[in-house]
Nanobody
Framework: QVHLEESGGGLVQPGGSLTLSCTVS????????MRWYRQVPGKERELVAW????????IYPDSVKGRFTISRNNANNTMYLQMNGLKFEDTAMYYC?????????WGQGIQVTVAS
């Protein structure tokens, strides 16, 4: 059974930092391309970051480029999202996503709230 579990969310002040983690089980993590998405109620889910299976390539939208960093540790089946310079508009539910062999898997999501 495939399981993705996010952790590390919470409340942070504008300009602050948080690091999200996603621990994956049930698939060969090192073969999976991984993504972080986020979603605000009433809006479509937005891609936040993408990382290749070996970790050598990453992609970010302009909204987070230069502030967020995606990384992974294939030895412990974990992906990370380091978020710096957080803004009010970064408030959302953040989701971990795995893509492997034309199958996709989602975590349950974790809330990040940026408020003063």
């Amino acid at each position: 059974q495939v399981h993705l579990e996010e952790s590390g969310g919470g409340l942070v002040q504008p300009g602050g930092s948080l690091t999200l983690s996603c621990t994956v089980s049930g698939i060969t993590f090192s073969d999976a391309n991984m993504r972080w998405y986020r979603q605000v109620p009433g809006k479509e889910r937005e891609l936040v970051a993408w990382i290749s299976s070996a970790g050598g390539s990453t992609i970010y939208p302009d909204s987070v480029k230069g502030r967020f960093t995606i990384s992974r540790n294939n030895a412990n089946n974990t992906m990370y999202l380091q978020m710096n310079g957080l803004k009010f508009e970064d408030t959302a539910m953040y989701y971990c996503h795995a893509f492997l062999d034309w199958n996709e898997y989602w975590g349950q999501g974790i809330q990040v709230t940026v408020a003063s």
